[in-house]
């Protein structure tokens, strides 16, 4: 079974994602997310733009930007009393769905560059007004089909929403009419002193260009600058804007960085001549520099060593920021590199421990467990290391993304996830039964669990990644199944079903979905991720991970 339709294909198409058009970027397909971030000290709100997939992500002006929905958007309002907000029954709408749609643009919203070191509390997202020839409602969905409400234009405005720190979210973002439509936006948050930030933008959106008849693709003020690269997540890419008035940002590729003693070895290509320079840090503090170098433009990547103040310590993992000045104008890109350890590590020691730079998973025996019971973790994550596929547990409970040996990972479904299940849920169980749910939309005090292909691009493999349960012990059954934006479900795995169960993961995809567990206890589901490269070389990894659920 294919998950295409109904999760993040992050995958660009070539018809209508990052397009130009008039002054300002057209993004109709593709995972992009409204979040807040700091820049130059100063909270705003930007558009994480990865429609590119795994190519380097863009972080964007809301103004200059213009999200498009086409006629794959067009649905119709359920015959449901729980959607009366957006209209009557089958009174036409056009949606960005929670759950993504080929075609059609995944938009979230996110904090996950923010930390308690950074804002105080949560940081609260206001639609202050709305221009457009219809109404908009931005909602989410709940496992049993359940809509919890965020924003609604239909019934007034402002209306406001707290975001925690570190969270990537999704909902239905629906809008009543084809037309032009301006959403002002604010962000407010608090400095741990008491310092008030905030940013108010404006984001358009085109809706159904056909219906919509001929206009002006953008409406923003002209003084907005332009866009800035960034690059993954993972490895922390976050590039100012160039201001209004100021040149824009010269290309710059970072690959292959290597740490040996005091020496900094990587692979660049440089789109406009200046002068290159590197810092070493760890945490926030800066640990080693490089003394900046005049470099070429180079259309091919070229090999670059440069020389640090001093030799970081060996066995820790830091983070490269490699800067290109040209003119007035500058661009960074960030990469994490590890220092190669002083001496071989005794027997067994590696696993469980934190893949924080890409290498083999380690599997020897004999460590402690780590539990995870809260936060954000991809709990089927895949990605190519040293040429070969790999599967491991992406975990975001903390400050820094650690990728963790499958192994090595006990994910805790704690009581807060006990529900009850409504009638309808007969492929779970009955009417009453109390089951524990990992929910599609994140719950506090509950482990999220999605899965993630985000690191694959499409230039790697073909086609898509093979996710396969092959076996599952435990106490009761485990189904996996994701909510539509009208609480249709649709079934992904089943262990009450003959196994095993296949599902095709698109690359640069990050999805969530509802595990239901029928009983209190242990669990141990064996997975099997498969890919085959664009060379034609089959390859597979399989990995067991073990849930303890109550």
Not at 175 to 196: I, K
Request: charged share 20%; aromatic share 6%.
């Amino acid at each position: 079974m294919a998950i295409v339709g109904c999760v993040a294909l992050a995958a660009a198409s070539a018809a209508g994602v990052g397009v130009a058009r008039g002054d300002a970027v057209v993004l109709a397909d593709g995972h992009v997310d409204y979040a807040a971030r700091l820049v130059a000290g100063q909270l705003r709100s930007q558009i994480k733009d990865g429609t590119q997939g795994a190519e380097p992500v863009v972080w964007r002006d809301p103004a200059g930007v213009q999200f498009e929905l086409r006629a794959a958007a067009k649905t119709a309002t359920a015959d449901d009393p729980r959607y009366r907000f957006l209209g009557a029954a089958g009174s036409a709408l056009w949606m960005i769905p929670q759950v993504q749609k080929a075609g059609v643009l995944w938009a979230g919203w996110n904090t996950e560059e923010l930390t308690s070191a950074d804002v105080d509390g949560p940081v609260t997202w206001t639609l202050e007004s709305l221009q457009g020839p219809g109404a908009v409602a931005v909602f989410q969905t709940g496992p049993f089909g359940d809509p919890s409400v965020i924003f609604d234009s239909a019934d007034g405005l402002p209306d406001r929403y707290a975001i925690p720190l570190g969270v990537h979210a999704h909902g239905n973002w629906a809008f009543s009419a084809p037309g032009r439509y301006q959403l002002t936006f604010r962000m407010d948050a608090r400095r741990p002193s008491g310092e008030a930030l905030a940013d108010t933008q404006t984001l358009a959106v085109l809706v159904d260009p056909a219906a919509a008849g001929p206009g002006p693709a953008s409406s923003r003020p002209s003084s907005s600058g332009p866009p800035s690269p960034g690059g993954p997540p993972s490895t922390g890419t976050a590039d100012q804007p160039a201001p209004a008035g100021r040149a824009a940002s010269p290309a710059l590729r970072v690959a292959g960085a290597r740490l040996h003693g005091r020496t900094l070895t990587f692979s660049a290509r440089v789109g406009r001549a200046g002068r290159l320079g590197v810092t070493i840090e760890r945490g926030r503090r800066v640990v080693a520099r490089a003394k900046s170098r005049r470099v070429r433009q180079s259309a091919k990547p070229r090999t670059l060593r440069l020389r640090l103040s001093r030799a970081p310590a060996p066995g820790r993992t830091y983070r490269a920021i490699v800067r290109l000045r040209s003119g007035s104008a500058s661009v960074a890109r960030r990469a994490t590199v590890r220092a190669p350890k002083a001496r071989a590590r005794a027997a067994g020691a590696m696993r469980g421990a934190a893949v924080r730079a890409p290498g083999p998973r380690a599997r020897a025996a004999g460590a402690a467990k780590v539990t995870l019971a809260d936060g954000h973790i991809d709990a089927g994550a895949a990605r190519i290391v040293r040429g070969r596929l790999r599967s491991y547990v992406k975990d975001a409970t903390g400050r820094q993304v650690i990728w963790r040996d499958p192994a090595s990972v006990i994910v805790r479904v704690v009581d807060r996830a006990k529900v009850t299940l409504p009638a309808g849920m007969g492929f779970i169980g009955r009417k009453g039964q109390t089951v524990w749910m990992i929910p599609q939309v994140q719950k506090p005090g509950v482990i999220w669990a999605g899965w993630n292909t985000e690191e694959i691009s499409s230039a790697q493999i073909r086609g898509g990644v093979a996710w396969t349960l092959r076996r599952v012990s435990g106490p009761g059954h485990v189904v996996l199944f994701q909510t539509g934006p009208f609480g249709q479900q649709d079934v992904l795995f089943d262990s009450g079903r003959r196994l095993p169960q296949r599902s095709t993961i698109p690359p640069g995809t990050h999805a969530h979905g509802n595990w239901a567990f029928t009983a209190r206890g242990t669990y141990r589901m064996t997975f099997t991720m498969s890919a085959t490269t664009r060379a034609g070389r089959h390859q597979t990894d399989t990995a067991t991970l073990t849930y303890r659920v109550g």
